[in-house]
């Protein structure tokens, strides 16, 4: 039996780094870093004792959170491990977004978390790789994405909590004249042992604040853990109740100025002639702006911004892209699949060779379509540049690049800009793009000193997205008299993310390398086969792309899972069983399948028009199986029953957290099963809003229960690895109830109604 | 010049029309609570109170509602949460919380007309989007605020 080669630590590492597009990563050094990012954020009475904490002397306590809120619930998890070792109640805890500074994001720590030189792609460099020097080298990257932020921040977090309660110690100690160790923390109160003498985390800080932080400490043990491991109230939903919550499109600034934009429909069009005086005397207008690839409106509300512009005579040359179409886009896929120009992101045995021996090769082709983020908050960025100055309002998911493409845009000195993040509609890694922000400062800097916020409207959302690639995959195997795989050949082909992305930023790059957002899903998938090649042929497009909410593992789980469940059937095995029989020593993966047999009631039998269909799939570090129950009716109407799932990601920080990210993965990924494609034609989108781009919602929302199956192994992700199985899984019920095998998505696709 | 009440409060506003309400609340008011989300009514997340009703105010011309008690998120409790709040927050629904003003706005318009709603009655009239999809939680949480308004 072949062995999995990749050493899996590092292949998983690999997965959340470029799975978010840029890394976040803090470097976790020999002890935490000092105050110097807090100071200049510190209020009158506010003392920051190291980078991440500042306490008030009425003993406020304020978390900087480098990280976006994006409805991930970070802002709660980086504050419960604080409050954990500083040893105050969690509703004490006040997060606040941390500055813009490299504190918070060390490229040494990420290049060294880096597995590009030790397998998965045979010691070569990757666009991946080579995406992280160039962009990550050049700016220190502050970025949310790829699952990465509690896995990240654990213990640093943890460390600044209690450098935090050690120096508030220490400072007590030389006021009672004791040693250190002769005091203890309690809920925001340092006390001496004995008793005799008290004195609130307030009443120290200033004094604290002084001391040089001390080295080595101990983090509380698993056992003495008040806050870490239950569940917890998130900090931001009190206002996201009430319309408190500041979103980036919430902005209001004095004498603010409105824009709207019209985009050139067709990928990479021009501007040739606009008629700016027709609109000149419409209400509100202000100013109208043009730029390489649209017309920008400025008025004095968004709606006489959006009216104007889209009464502004603009001609466009659609350039060279207008024949592309879906069509012409998966016919070069199939045409690169046949070439010899695949990339091979693992290679076992000899599958090619086993194959041409098999008596009976089975063999299936799936496809996968570009789908759009549509973050329920429409993209948007305020700025107001000055003489020399330019200030930017953006929810994004990456502040450092923001702040990087902002200096470049305004043409201003680095130290010049400043960037305000809020709480972000949804993220889902459209907002790690920067296109939104160039288009704002391009249009804010002809009305200077004055701050412009632009807004997209859901069609310009819609079709001007950095979509999730489409892609196409062929598969070839053979199955033994015993019934198991002996040969697997998958062969994928499709656009590079990572690619996409960093020539966006960087337009002169070659990043013709290997990128693991192509294979992940694929190349990694934890059976064991004897025989096993897994190749990507790169299909670059006009389209671009970018980093979907799971990215690769989105299309690659609904092929691999899809097709490993086509082979269970034909081998006449029950699903589970064939998953199982090829595990080999993958003991977590086998718990989580064999949980998910037990509380799915997997094996029960089910009324005719009914199926089970199961998907197991392992991304950003984390385990995640999935049974769905589907119900079809006679004309294909289908009801998505049930979904049971089955997570290990490792030591859970709060419980109740991770059950509503797998929650909110399984409905993003069941959306796009159901109903997500975003067509081409004549070199643009036809989608426009949510009408044809349509959603789950209430009522065919199936019912889902989440059961949690940590088996020790390292700390996993939360937000993305719920989505990829969900389709497969889907498409498998589908199979169980009807016998019809779904090979596209959406499933709209196969005329089924929901 | 036209004449609006919003949240009790009378004020006169510039806009054209046939501006959509919900432009003039954010805009004009700033009464920034209510979303954009996509501008066609179909989304939801827009949502407010006219005279009690909910409305999806992205596709409502504010000359429309001259003379209608205009209600907003900002609007429906004063100080002390409202029942569909507090549920909201004790089931732990929002994630990014960019559609729940929309959703509770919508809900609570449901529970007045109808206390107990069924699932069949919820799934009719909440066709909100959330693109988190926080619907699980919705769903308990529209139960809960059922209770916690019996109880009240
Ligand atoms: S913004 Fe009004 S329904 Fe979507
Ligand atoms: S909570 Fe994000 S869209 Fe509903």
Redesign the interface.
């Known amino acids: 039996m072949a062995i999995m080669k990749l050493t899996r630590r590092k292949f998983l590492i690999a997965g959340g780094l470029v799975g978010g597009g840029l890394a976040v990563a803090y470097a976790l050094g020999d002890s935490v870093p000092d105050n110097k990012a807090l100071v200049s954020s510190a209020k009158q009475g506010e003392y920051p004792l190291n980078a991440w904490i500042k306490i008030s002397k009425q003993g406020e306590i304020t978390v900087a959170v480098s990280q976006a809120e994006?409805?991930?619930?970070i802002y709660t998890a980086l504050c419960m491990l604080v409050a954990e070792e500083l040893e105050v109640d969690l509703a004490l805890v006040k997060p606040e977004p941390a500055p813009v500074h490299p504190v918070y994001a060390n490229v040494v720590a990420i290049m060294d978390s880096l597995p590009f030189s030790d397998g998965h792609h045979n010691g070569e460099a990757t666009a991946g790789a080579w995406a992280m020097k160039q962009v990550g080298g050049l700016l220190g990257v502050q970025a949310t994405g790829g699952s990465t932020s509690v896995r990240n921040f654990w213990e640093p977090m943890q460390q600044a909590g209690a450098t935090a309660r050690e120096m508030l110690k220490q400072a007590a100690a030389i006021n009672w004249n004791v040693r250190a160790d002769e005091c203890i923390a309690e809920n925001g109160i340092i006390k001496l042992k004995n008793g005799s003498k008290s004195s609130t985390y307030g009443d120290l800080v200033e004094q604290a604040a002084l001391l040089e932080a001390p080295q080595n400490i101990q983090l509380k043990s698993v056992n003495a853990r008040k806050i870490i491991g239950k569940s917890q109230?998130?900090v931001?939903?009190?206002?996201?109740?009430?319309?408190?919550?500041?979103?980036g499109?919430?902005v209001?600034l004095p004498d603010m100025a409105?824009a709207a934009v019209k985009l050139s429909p067709v990928f990479g069009g021009t501007v040739t002639d606009w008629d700016e005086n027709a609109i000149k005397t419409m209400?509100g207008f202000i100013k109208a702006v043009r730029f390489e690839t649209g017309v920008a409106v400025i008025a004095d509300?968004?709606?006489?911004a959006k009216k104007a512009v889209e009464a502004l005579p603009v001609t466009f040359d659609s350039g060279t892209n207008v024949h592309l179409s879906s069509k012409s886009i998966f016919a070069l896929f199939e045409n690169n699949i046949e070439s010899d120009d695949g990339r091979s992101y693992s290679d076992d045995g000899d599958a090619k060779a086993a194959l041409l021996l098999a008596s009976d090769v089975h063999t299936a082709t799936y496809k996968a379509p570009f789908l759009a983020h549509?973050?329920?908050?429409?993209m948007n960025c305020t700025a107001k540049v000055g003489d020399n100055d330019v200030e930017v309002w953006v929810p994004n998911q990456t502040s450092t690049l923001m702040s990087w493409i902002a200096e470049q845009t305004a043409d201003v000195p680095a130290e010049n800009v400043t960037i305000h993040n809020t709480?972000?509609?949804?993220?889902f890694g459209r907002r790690l793009e920067t296109d939104y922000v160039v288009m704002a400062i391009t249009i804010a800097k002809e009305l200077k000193n004055r701050p412009v916020k632009l807004?997209w409207?859901?069609e310009n959302d819609i079709q001007h997205d950095m979509y999730r690639p489409a892609a196409l995959a062929k598969f070839s195997a053979a199955i033994n008299e015993s019934g198991m795989v002996s040969a697997w050949h998958n062969r994928v082909a499709g656009p590079s993310v990572t690619r996409s992305f960093v020539q966006r930023l960087i337009p002169a790059a070659d990043t013709d390398m290997p990128d693991n957002t192509t294979s992940e899903g694929a190349a990694d998938i934890p059976y064991q086969f004897e025989n096993k090649l897994m190749e990507h042929f790169p299909s670059p497009t006009a389209i671009p792309v970018g980093y979907w909410r799971s990215v690769g593992h989105s299309y690659n789980a609904f092929f691999t899972e899809s097709f490993m469940d086509e082979l269970a059937w034909t081998a006449k095995k029950d699903p589970v069983e064939f998953r199982m029989a090829h595990l080999g020593e993958h003991d977590d993966f086998k718990n989580v399948l064999r949980k998910l047999a037990e509380v799915s009631n997997w094996g029960s039998p089910l009324p005719a028009g009914r199926g089970r269909g199961i998907a197991l799939h392992e991304s950003f570090g984390s385990i995640v199986g999935q049974v769905v129950e589907v119900t079809i009716g006679p004309n294909k109407e289908l009801s998505v029953d049930k979904v049971t799932c089955v997570v290990d990601c490792g030591e859970v920080l709060n419980p109740?957290g991770l059950i509503?990210q797998m929650?909110?993965?399984?409905?993003?990924g069941l959306?796009a099963a159901l109903f997500g494609e975003i067509t081409i034609e004549n070199g643009q989108v036809v989608e426009e809003?949510?009408?044809d781009y349509d959603?789950?919602?209430?009522?065919n929302?199936p019912?889902?229960s989440v059961h949690l199956a940590p088996s020790g192994r390292p700390l996993g992700g939360a937000g993305e690895p719920a989505t990829p199985p969900i389709a497969p899984a889907l498409t498998n019920a589908i199979f169980a109830a009807t016998k019809e095998r779904i090979r596209e998505l959406p499933l709209s696709k196969s005329e089924y109604s929901i | 010049m036209l004449t609006l009440t919003i949240n009790g409060k009378t004020m006169n506003v510039d806009a054209e029309e046939d501006t959509p309400l919900l432009w003039v609340i954010r805009d004009t008011v700033n009464l920034t609570g209510t979303k954009f989300g996509c501008g066609v009514a179909a989304c939801g997340a827009c949502t407010v109170h006219l005279n009690g009703e909910a409305v999806r105010s992205c596709s409502v011309p504010v000359s429309e509602a001259v003379g209608s008690n205009i209600t907003t998120i900002e609007g429906i409790s004063d100080g002390k949460l409202t029942a569909v709040q507090e549920a909201w927050i004790s089931e732990q629904v929002p994630q990014c919380g960019y559609c729940q003003s929309g959703m509770i706005m919508a809900v609570s318009a449901l529970l007045n007309e109808n206390p107990k709603p069924s699932d069949e009655e919820i799934d009719q009239s909440i066709t909100n989007i959330c693109r988190c999809g926080s619907y699980p939680r919705i769903r308990k949480a529209i139960h809960k605020a059922v209770k916690l308004q019996g109880e009240a």
Request: charge should be negative; aromatic fraction near 12%.
């Open positions: 994006m409805g991930q619930g109230q998130r931001d939903i009190p206002a996201k109740v009430t319309g408190k919550a500041e979103f499109v919430d209001v409105y209400p509300s968004f709606w006489r549509a973050c329920m908050e429409p709480f972000l509609g949804g993220g807004v409207t859901r109740d509503s929650e909110s993965g399984i409905i993003f959306s809003n949510f009408p959603m789950v919602r209430l009522e929302c019912e889902i």
